[in-house]
């Protein structure tokens, strides 16, 4: 399969005309590319936030909510364009009131088939800026997506960070990490995130990132990544691990080619099992001696 991670920058967008517009060029030119799936970065959605004027979406609380009030519409253009294009997307992420998870909202992502199917992936842990000043919220549980690519699992940005999380997801061929970092650093900790988990689990992980500055927006006001598509440094991939990468901050597609027969064949017989030796460490990890050397 191809997969295409974006590089994706937030733009001030005045219109929904505008947003369907910008969306559908850059799933069209995804499709060009040959890709099979496309994925967006977490929290790429806040551009919607302009679409209920500048005074709203600069304001932290009144983005949240102007952002949800949009999303149906958006997850149906998103539905749209993977059927009319034949492959599937990783929406970008975007804060969701969902009443069955209290008053506060998740950060969401949702994955659409070309059949018309969709499954959402809540973000687990947020970051002290989610929970300490913006009020986002843990919502549902990791979810693993039998699809017609193979099964697939999402760990959103800050997730990818933990490797409990990737272990849950250990029977998945590709793990997705879309992600919104500020800074280098942010960038740094979720792409060695990936790669750790990919690993882990020998599996392939892709990573999207939001790009540039919005200003207009305090929540994702500096944006700092670029695509990337990671595998384990073993047999059948590239011995860096990186498959793929695009260049740091500069908006577009990185495209790769994959192909899941690998993922069997590395777990199998691979220079190393890490993903049979996990529980290895049980035990291990817990009789730690101490040794005075003075």
């Known amino acids: ?110 994955l659409y088939t070309p059949t018309g199917a969709r499954g959402h992936q809540d973000k687990q842990i947020m970051t002290r800026f989610e929970r300490e000043e913006w009020g986002v919220v843990p919502g549902g549980p990791l979810r693993l997506f039998d699809t017609a690519l193979g099964r697939i699992g999402v760990l959103i940005c800050y997730d990818c960070e933990f490797p409990l999380l990737g272990r849950a997801l250990r029977e998945a061929d590709l793990i997705l990490a879309p992600s919104c970092t500020e800074a280098l650093t942010g960038y740094s900790r979720v792409r060695i995130g990936a790669m750790a988990r990919a690993l882990e689990a020998q599996c392939v992980t892709v990573m999207a990132s939001t790009v540039g500055d919005a200003g207009w927006s305090p929540a994702v006001d500096e944006n700092t990544g670029m695509g990337g598509v990671f595998g384990p440094p073993d047999t059948g991939f590239p011995p860096t691990g990186v498959i793929a990468e695009g260049t740091l901050n500069r908006p577009g597609w990185t495209v790769a080619e994959v192909d899941i027969g690998t993922v069997a064949h590395v777990r199998a017989d691979g220079v190393v099992l890490n993903r049979r030796h996990w529980d290895e460490q049980a035990g291990r990890d817990a009789t730690v001696t101490p040794v005075r050397l003075r």
């Open 1 to 110: 399969m191809k997969i295409a991670t974006a590089a994706y920058p937030l733009d001030p967008l005045g219109s929904w005309t505008g947003y369907a517009a910008k969306l559908s060029d850059w799933v069209a030119r995804a499709a060009a590319e040959g890709a099979d799936l496309a994925v967006f970065p977490e929290y790429g959605a806040m551009e919607l936030a302009m679409l209920a004027g500048a005074d709203a979406a600069g304001d932290l609380e009144r983005s949240l909510h102007a952002v949800d009030a949009v999303m149906a519409d958006a997850g149906d253009l998103h539905a749209d364009l993977a059927a009319r294009h034949g492959l599937h997307i990783l929406g970008a992420s975007a804060p969701v009131f969902d009443p069955a998870l209290g008053d506060r909202p998740v950060n969401r992502a949702t």
